[in-house]
């Protein structure tokens, strides 16, 4: 049973009114304010967004907490958009987003403005620039957050890692996080509702998380793996492995798609 269209408009208006003063507070506060501050702003702010969209974030593990230790990179499987604010509603991190979230309306100037380092997939030599973007950002003690897979999924299972990506924080002898997140329905069950895949738009994917009454994420915080001394593919295949044997936990085969990360070594 979806929500009402009463309120679907509810959370809409709610919805508008926080994107609102989310502009309103990096424009006229976040200049001022140390990175202290500016990390608990943007996780108070990622708790509100998920909880105006009925979405409840549960965290397992050796989570981070709001401010996480620097020179870490968190590798995540990639379900959709909101996969960034579920992940900052528990512990705030740079994330590392493909090119065409910077053009988005309002989302894609927030996501700049607090951080995003962003990627042009389809393009090999960006690697380089990428990952100096990523270097740079480790050395100043941030915490990176990469989506490997490069692409989103249904949420059922973990495709092939791309490898690229992991290379800075070989580089740093950074630690690397691995977290498996994982989709639930009001009665429990997996579900694709969060998903942004195929040629869905931004709009149809908040339609869609506007029509579910209630959804649950978990975020399991995974084993830490240490980087030195790691061949960036075996670290790919090492977290890969990780996430999706939580991922898939409870999945019937139907439902599980062949991924080999062993030669995933791509944008």
């Not at 070989?170 to 694709?192: C, H, K, M, N, S």
């Not at 915080?221 to 492995?241: E, K, N, S, V, W």
Request: glycine share 6%; aromatic share 6%; net charge positive.
């Amino acid at each position: 049973m979806k929500t009402s269209r009463i309120a679907r408009a509810w959370r809409l208006s709610r919805l508008v009114l926080h994107l609102c003063l989310g502009i309103l507070e990096v424009a006229l506060f976040f200049p001022r304010r140390d990175t202290a501050a500016r990390t608990y702003a943007i996780q108070r702010w990622a708790i509100k967004l998920c909880r105006i969209l009925a979405i409840r974030v549960n965290a397992s593990g050796d989570h981070l907490g709001p401010i996480p230790p620097p020179n870490t990179v968190l590798v995540a499987n990639h379900v959709s958009w909101l996969d960034i604010f579920v992940m900052n509603a528990v512990t705030v991190s740079r994330f590392v987003a493909k090119a065409e979230v910077r053009s988005w309306p309002v989302i894609g100037w927030l996501c700049v403005q607090t951080g995003t380092l962003f990627v042009t997939r389809e393009k090999r030599h960006d690697t380089k620039r990428i990952n100096q973007q990523i270097s740079g950002a480790l050395s100043e003690g941030d915490c990176i957050a990469v989506f490997p897979e490069g692409s989103t999924t249904a949420g059922f299972d973990v495709i092939a890692f791309n490898a690229s990506l992991l290379q800075p924080a070989i580089d740093a002898g950074a630690t690397l996080q691995p977290v498996a997140l994982r989709y639930f329905d009001r009665r429990g069950e997996r579900t694709d509702a969060a998903a942004y895949i195929g040629e869905m738009s931004l709009a149809d994917s908040m339609r869609r998380l506007l029509a579910e009454p209630a959804i649950t994420v978990q975020l399991d915080f995974l084993d830490p793996i240490p980087c030195t001394g790691m061949h960036r593919r075996d670290l790919a295949q090492a977290a890969h492995r990780s996430i999706a044997a939580i991922v898939r936990i409870g999945m019937p085969t139907a439902h599980i798609e062949p991924a080999d990360a062993e030669n995933a070594d791509i944008l």
